[in-house]
């Protein structure tokens, strides 16, 4: 079940906030591993260091690294600080956190009365490489400048200083009492900057889910998007941890993105590291229908994005995926609004074919690509799906811009330019 190996740190390849890229030296040749510091402190060139081979050995898509259990012979501190939720329950990793949603938080009291997203526009999507591209479809021609709506995301070196989300409620407490966020009611009012056509800036949360990776500190383009401004704030929900706010479910994820974080538009995937099986049912996207549910009895308003490829190998995930067909289709029992792009050609019509059965549960909307192109090249993470990038696999980018789209028409005020 899991390839032990003992290494030798050569070098720190690369850092983003909450994890650390390093060269490690084995009996067996050089590998790349990656450390999370919250968890087993900061690896230094010299040290020796405990290494969880498994997914290398494997050759997994996503990452492909050495995971870095511990640095035996220089441990880190003790963590200091409240936070009584464990997550990673169980393993020998698991770790202690503040909830925004336990009892010692600032936000319980909200929280636990807390019961609607006052209309908040919920995308649900299958894979975590669809959030950069949600995005770029739901900013358009206009997003952020320099950091505008997350001017409180926060520093996650400073968040995690003490354990996994160990700063996280502090720095939401100073983020919602600048915007008077905190409780708020009614939808909107509380977004950034102006763009073009009248509309703020919205503040847009991603609310990950614990079917993929559980640390968000795994992913590169979340820390980025973070930087850019381009996120308020990462909700980690489940046994997944590492965000700006943790929660014990998608429930309390949605309602702290919504009054904890301020945000106007919530994003939910699972983690990078999709599980698929190839059979029907076992696939960890199945979450995605689940958020729809939890986004429409909290008083949301779903919008499911489709998984779409034209460069997938598989047959199954040709068109739109049968991920997206079950997750939707059988899954959610609340009606969502499924962004169906307006591709051209057989394709196009092919698509919209496949889709159609989902029109018995949920609203098809067609929704225009033009313009999505541009927009989604002048994101600031590199897209890439299963390996593949913008122009090797555009209709996948351009299905989840398609979603941003729509959930962005969804907003009070007028439309932007788009």
Not at 265 to 273: E, K, L, S
Not at 329 to 339: D, F, I, T
């Amino acid at each position: 079940m899991i390839r032990w190996r003992k290494g030798e740190v050569v070098r720190v390849r690369r850092e983003w906030p909450g994890a650390v890229e390093l060269d490690v030296t084995t009996e067996e040749g050089g590998v790349r591993a990656l450390a999370y510091p919250a968890l087993v402190g900061r690896p230094e060139p010299g040290d020796v260091v405990l290494l969880n081979t498994t997914a290398l050995a494997m050759g997994l898509g996503t990452g492909g690294y050495a995971m870095v259990v511990a640095v035996p012979d220089r441990l880190p501190e003790d963590p200091h600080g409240p936070g009584h939720l464990v997550k990673a329950r169980y393993t020998p990793l698991q770790a202690t956190v503040l909830g925004a949603d336990e009892q010692d938080s600032p936000f319980h009291e909200v929280l636990r009365e807390a019961d609607s997203l006052d209309g908040m526009p919920v995308v649900v999507a299958d894979l975590h490489s669809a959030l950069p591209a949600i995005l770029c479809g739901l900013y358009g021609a206009h997003p952020p400048a320099g950091g505008a709506p997350g001017t409180g995301a926060g520093d996650p070196e400073r968040l995690t200083a003490g354990g996994p989300g160990s700063g996280a409620a502090g720095d939401a407490a100073s983020r919602a009492a600048a915007t008077g966020a905190a409780g708020h009611g009614g939808h909107g009012g509380h977004g950034g900057p102006s763009v073009g056509g009248g509309r703020r800036v919205p503040r847009v949360a991603y609310v990950m889910l614990d079917g993929g990776a559980l640390p968000a500190w795994f992913s590169m383009s979340c820390a980025r998007l973070r930087e850019a401004g381009w996120l308020c704030g990462v909700v980690t929900v489940g046994q997944a941890f590492g965000g700006d706010v943790e929660t014990v479910t998608t429930h309390t994820g949605l309602l702290a993105a919504r009054h904890v974080l301020a945000a106007d538009v919530a994003i939910v995937t699972q983690g990078p590291g999709n599980l698929g099986s190839g059979t029907r049912w076992g696939f960890s996207g199945v979450s995605a229908g689940e958020a729809v549910n939890a986004a429409a009895v909290l008083g949301g308003r779903p919008v499911a994005a489709l998984r779409v490829s034209e460069g997938d190998l598989r047959e199954r995930h040709v068109g739109v995926s049968h991920h997206s067909l079950t997750a939707y289709g059988r899954v959610a029992l609340a009606p969502a609004a499924v962004a169906v792009p307006e591709l051209t050609g057989d394709f196009g019509r092919r698509v919209a074919e496949q889709a159609r059965p989902l029109g018995e549960r949920h609203e098809l909307v067609r929704v225009p690509v033009d313009g999505l192109y541009e927009a989604l090249r002048e994101c600031p993470v590199r897209l890439s799906t299963m390996g593949r990038g913008l122009d090797e696999d555009l209709v996948y980018f351009l299905a989840s811009a398609a979603a941003g789209r729509h959930a962005a028409s969804l907003l009070p005020g007028p439309p932007a330019a788009p």
